[in-house]
C-alpha cells in the first residue's frame, strides 16, 4: 500500500488521503439503478426474472423458494457448517436479547404522565448479499434481531442461485419467505411490492454500491413508503497500530475486507514506519495466497498507509475518516477507546480481528460506510422497532399545564391550538362553577 507521512500533507491532500474509492462515486451509478428501480416498478416479476437472467445468468420460472426447496437445500448443508451456525446464533441471539427495551412512564409534573413505548415493525425486508462471497453471517445479523424484536412478517431476498446454507441459516432464524432475487432490483422489490414478493415497511442489509444506492433511492422516492437501516455499502477497515502491533496480524486484517470486493478499502494508521513497510511486505506475501487475489489487489489500489506523530494524532485522522471496521492493535488498545468518536465497530487488541465481529462474537456486522459512522450507529435490535411517545393528562394536569401552552400557542400565533386548550378550560371552570 501507498505510504503517505500524514504531517507532510496540506488540507486538500489529507482529503485526498481519506477519500474513498472512486468506484463508489461512478456517476453513471445514480442512472443505471434509477432505470432498474422503475423497471422493476411497473413491470414487477417479470422484470426480476428478465434481470436474473441478465445479471446473474439464471432462468427461473418461480422466485420464491418452495417449502420443499428450503427442506432440500437444508439437507445438503453439512454438519461442521451447521455446528458452526449453532455457535454463531447463540452469541448473536444473547448479545441482541439484552437490547431488549424497557418503556420509560414518568410524571413530569402534578397529573401529567409522558411515557416512552416501542412497538415492532410489522414488515422488513432482509438483503443477503450472494454473488462472489455468499454472506451466510448477514442472515444471522439480521434475522435474528428481527425475531426477538417481533417483526410480523420477515422477507428474505438474495441473488440466486442461493447457497444451500444461506437458506439453512434463514430456516434456523426463522424465516420461511425467501426469495431468489439479488442487486438493485431487488431492493426494489421490496419497496414497491410485486406479484411474487410484499412490499415491506424497511429494509435491511448490505451490499455492493448498487444495492447502496438503490436504497437510498426508493427511500426518498415519493411513491412508496420505506425506509433504510443504513447507508452500508462496500466493505472498508482501519487499523490503528504502534510499533508493538504484529504486522501478519495486521495485513490479514487489511485483507479480510480487501478480499470483499474491489470497491473496498483497508487504511492502516500509524506511528512507526518500520511497522509500515513490514506490513506492506506481509501483504505482498499473504496475497498470493489467496483465491480472491485479483479482487483485494483491486481494492489495495485506493487503500494506503498513514504516518502520524502518535496515537493522538491517529485517533484523530480516525475519527476524520470515519471507518465501518476499527482496528486498534496498540500496546494498551482500550487506552483509545474514549477519544474514538466515528466508528460501526470497534476490535480492541491483537487477538481481536474483525473477522470474529463478522461472524460469531455477537455484536451486529451491518456497519455504516462511507464516513456515515459519524452519525450513523452499527445495526441494533432497536432499528428493528419504532418508538413512539405517550402522554396522559388528568384535569389537574391540564389546570397547570394550561396557562403556559396558551401563551406559547399565542406567542406563536397559533390561535386554534391555543382554544383546544382554552376550550377545555372553560368546561372545567364552568364544572366547577356549578359545583360551588
Same mark, same amino acid.
Request: charged share 20%; with cysteine; glycine share 8%.
Given at each position: 500500500m501507498q505510504i503517505l507521512n500524514w504531517q507532510d500533507l496540506n488540507q486538500t491532500e489529507r482529503r485526498t488521503a481519506l477519500s474513498r474509492s472512486a468506484l463508489v462515486g461512478d456517476e453513471s451509478l445514480e442512472q443505471s439503478v434509477s432505470a432498474i428501480v422503475n423497471k422493476v416498478q411497473t413491470d414487477k416479476d417479470a422484470?426480476?426474472?428478465?434481470?436474473?437472467?441478465?445479471?446473474?445468468?439464471?432462468?427461473?420460472?418461480?422466485?420464491r423458494l418452495s417449502a420443499e426447496q428450503?427442506?432440500? $437445500?437444508?439437507?445438503?448443508?453439512?454438519?461442521?457448517?451447521?455446528? $458452526?451456525?449453532a455457535q454463531a446464533m447463540a452469541n448473536i441471539e444473547s448479545f441482541h436479547q439484552a437490547q431488549k427495551?424497557?418503556?420509560? &412512564?414518568?410524571?413530569?409534573?402534578?397529573?401529567?404522565?409522558?411515557?416512552?413505548?416501542?412497538?415492532?415493525?410489522?414488515?422488513?425486508?432482509?438483503?443477503?448479499?450472494?454473488?462472489?462471497?455468499?454472506?451466510? &453471517?448477514?442472515?444471522?445479523?439480521?434475522a435474528l434481531p428481527a425475531k426477538i424484536a417481533g417483526c410480523e412478517q420477515r422477507v428474505l431476498v438474495s441473488p440466486p442461485?442461493?447457497?444451500?446454507?444461506?437458506?439453512?441459516?434463514?430456516?434456523?432464524?426463522?424465516?420461511?419467505?425467501?426469495?431468489?432475487?439479488?442487486?438493485?432490483?431487488?431492493?426494489?422489490?421490496?419497496?414497491?411490492?410485486?406479484?411474487?414478493?410484499?412490499?415491506?415497511?424497511?429494509?435491511?442489509?448490505?451490499?455492493?454500491?448498487?444495492?447502496?444506492?438503490?436504497?437510498?433511492?426508493?427511500?426518498?422516492?415519493s411513491r412508496c413508503v420505506v425506509s433504510i437501516d443504513m447507508p452500508a455499502g462496500p466493505s472498508e477497515v482501519l487499523v490503528i497500530a504502534d510499533k508493538t502491533a504484529n504486522p501478519e496480524f495486521i495485513a490479514a486484517d487489511l485483507l479480510s475486507q480487501a478480499e470483499h470486493g474491489p470497491d473496498s478499502q483497508v487504511m492502516l494508521v500509524t506511528n512507526c514506519e518500520t511497522l509500515a513497510n513490514k506490513v506492506n511486505a506481509a501483504l505482498n506475501r499473504q496475497l498470493e495466497a489467496l483465491p480472491r487475489m485479483e479482487i483485494a489487489q483491486l481494492a489495495l489500489e485506493s487503500s494506503r498507509t498513514l504516518l502520524v506523530t502518535d496515537m493522538k494524532q491517529a485517533t484523530l485522522v480516525s475519527n476524520l475518516y470515519g471507518p465501518e471496521h476499527l482496528i486498534v492493535q496498540?500496546?494498551?488498545?482500550?487506552?483509545?477507546?474514549?477519544?474514538?468518536?466515528?466508528a460501526g465497530s470497534v476490535?480492541?487488541?491483537?487477538?481481536?480481528?474483525?473477522?470474529?465481529?463478522?461472524?460469531?462474537?455477537?455484536?451486529?456486522?451491518?456497519?455504516?460506510?462511507?464516513?456515515?459512522?459519524?452519525?450513523?450507529?452499527?445495526?441494533?435490535?432497536?432499528?428493528?422497532?419504532?418508538?413512539?411517545?405517550?402522554?396522559?393528562?388528568?384535569?389537574?394536569?391540564?389546570?397547570?399545564?394550561?396557562?403556559?401552552?396558551?401563551?406559547?400557542?399565542?406567542?406563536?400565533?397559533?390561535?386554534?391550538?391555543?382554544?383546544?386548550?382554552?376550550?377545555?378550560?372553560?368546561?372545567? &371552570?364552568?364544572?366547577?362553577?356549578?359545583?360551588?
Open positions: 422484470a426480476l426474472l428478465s434481470y436474473n437472467q441478465q445479471f446473474d445468468g439464471v432462468s427461473l420460472t418461480e422466485l428450503i427442506d432440500a $437445500a437444508c439437507a445438503r448443508v453439512n454438519g461442521d457448517i451447521k455446528q $458452526a451456525i427495551f424497557a418503556p420509560i &412512564s414518568i410524571e413530569t409534573q402534578d397529573g401529567i404522565r409522558c411515557e416512552l413505548r416501542s412497538e415492532a415493525i410489522e414488515k422488513v425486508g432482509l438483503y443477503i448479499p450472494g454473488g462472489t462471497a455468499p454472506l451466510i &453471517s448477514t442472515v444471522m445479523m439480521l442461485p442461493i447457497n444451500d446454507a444461506i437458506v439453512y441459516a434463514a430456516k434456523q432464524c426463522g424465516i420461511n419467505e425467501i426469495y431468489q432475487v439479488g442487486g438493485a432490483q431487488a431492493i426494489a422489490a421490496l419497496a414497491f411490492g410485486t406479484e411474487s414478493i410484499p412490499a415491506v415497511d424497511k429494509i435491511f442489509g448490505p451490499g455492493n454500491r448498487f444495492v447502496t444506492e438503490a436504497k437510498r433511492l426508493v427511500s426518498q422516492d496498540t500496546e494498551t488498545p482500550r487506552e483509545l477507546l474514549n477519544s474514538i468518536r466515528a476490535f480492541l487488541g491483537a487477538y481481536t480481528p474483525e473477522s470474529v465481529g463478522d461472524y460469531a462474537s455477537g455484536t451486529n456486522h451491518v456497519l455504516p460506510t462511507y464516513g456515515y459512522s459519524r452519525a450513523v450507529s452499527s445495526l441494533s435490535l432497536a432499528d428493528f422497532s419504532r418508538r413512539f411517545t405517550v402522554q396522559e393528562l388528568t384535569a389537574d394536569g391540564l389546570l397547570g399545564l394550561g396557562e403556559t401552552v396558551m401563551t406559547l400557542a399565542a406567542a406563536e400565533q397559533l390561535d386554534a391550538h391555543k382554544n383546544a386548550v382554552k376550550v377545555r378550560l372553560d368546561s372545567l &371552570s364552568l364544572q366547577e362553577g356549578k359545583a360551588s
